[in-house]
């Protein structure tokens, strides 16, 4: 799976999601990824492998992001 997660500033400086975005694959996460970065916060684009139906999934994997990057979000295995 390739998921878009894009964030806004709320009252206070706080960070909030918006609504996680799925991707078709890992060039498609980065296109969006670097599309809502000229309007959000932060954009983390990453992909997991994993088994919807139980919920057990691999440890996700960076694609890319844009923005205030928190080192835990750097520090990320790679795709």
């Not at 975005?21 to 997991?48: C, D, G, P, W």
């Amino acid at each position: 799976m390739f998921v878009v997660q894009s964030y806004f500033t709320g009252r206070r400086g706080v960070l909030i999601a918006d609504t996680p975005l799925q991707a078709q694959n890992t060039n498609h996460a980065r296109r969006i990824a670097e599309r809502l970065a000229l309007q959000k916060t932060l954009v983390i684009a990453f992909s997991r492998s994993g088994n919807p139906k139980t919920g057990e999934y691999d440890e996700a994997r960076l694609i890319a992001a844009y923005g205030e990057v928190p080192d835990d979000v750097l520090a990320m295995p790679r795709a």
